[in-house]
């Protein structure tokens, strides 16, 4: 069974860094992209980049390009989202996706829980 | 960035009401759009991809049509369960794109 497992919801000031991560397994790891959502309190998801375990390519949404970096170690099959000076606006749930079909593939089919990051003084 | 245009962004409808939404690509996408529905503190699941395949274990009253530019996502008879907001998906470039979303409620 494929499942994505998250880090969980995490509270920090405006700042300060954070590396969330998201654990894949049942699956091939290296051959499946990595993508990451967000979705901010009531609002609608928007797609921030992916990345290829296989070799560490990156695609970023112009939106997140600077603000963020996403990372992987295949070795434990786990992507990384990471801040290094997080903002309030930041406070959201993030989704990491895996797509339907190996390769490049855009069909978002099984998603982490989610993890909840609160930024506040 | 392609923008993704859904409509209507809210919509009650009664149970075994067929019930319609539709997203617009600002560029031509070929058949690469798919829709989600997310139940309220949930993650998102993927219910069309390409446009019109159903994926699987997904009942057989949601379907989706269209390509190029135009749209349309179709429950053939509502039900309870199917509240919730449901999302457009593009990824036929890089940044993908979602449409704004569409709530169901029961009426």
């Known amino acids: 069974e494929v499942q994505m497992v998250q880090s969980g919801a995490v509270v920090k000031k405006p700042g300060e860094s954070l590396r969330i991560s998201c654990k894949g397994s049942?699956?091939?790891?290296?051959?499946?992209?990595i993508n990451w959502v967000r979705q901010m309190p009531g609002k609608g998801l928007e797609w921030m980049g992916r990345i290829d375990p296989s070799d560490s390519y990156t695609d970023y949404s112009p939106s997140f390009q600077g603000h963020v970096t996403i990372s992987v170690d295949k070795a434990i099959s786990t992507a990384y989202l990471q801040w290094s000076r997080l903002q309030a606006s930041d406070t959201a749930m993030y989704y990491c996706?895996?797509?339907?079909?190996?390769?490049?593939?855009?069909?978002?089919?099984?998603w982490g829980p989610g993890s909840l990051l609160t930024v506040s003084s | 960035d392609i923008q993704m245009t859904q409509s209507p962004s809210s919509l009650s409808a009664s149970v075994g009401d067929r019930v319609t939404i539709t997203c617009q690509a600002s560029q031509y996408i070929n058949n690469y759009l798919n829709w989600y529905h997310q139940k309220a503190g949930k993650a998102p699941q993927l219910l069309i991809y390409d446009a019109s395949n159903l994926e699987t274990g997904v009942p057989s009253r949601f379907s989706g049509s269209g390509s190029g530019t135009d749209f349309t996502f179709t429950i053939s008879s509502l039900q309870p369960e199917d509240i919730g907001t449901y999302y457009c998906q593009q990824y036929d470039n890089i940044p993908f794109t979602f449409g704004g979303g569409t709530k169901v409620e029961i009426k």
């Open positions: 996706v895996r797509p339907r079909l190996h390769g490049d593939n855009g069909a978002l089919d099984y």
């Open positions: 049942g699956y091939n790891f290296p051959i499946y992209w």
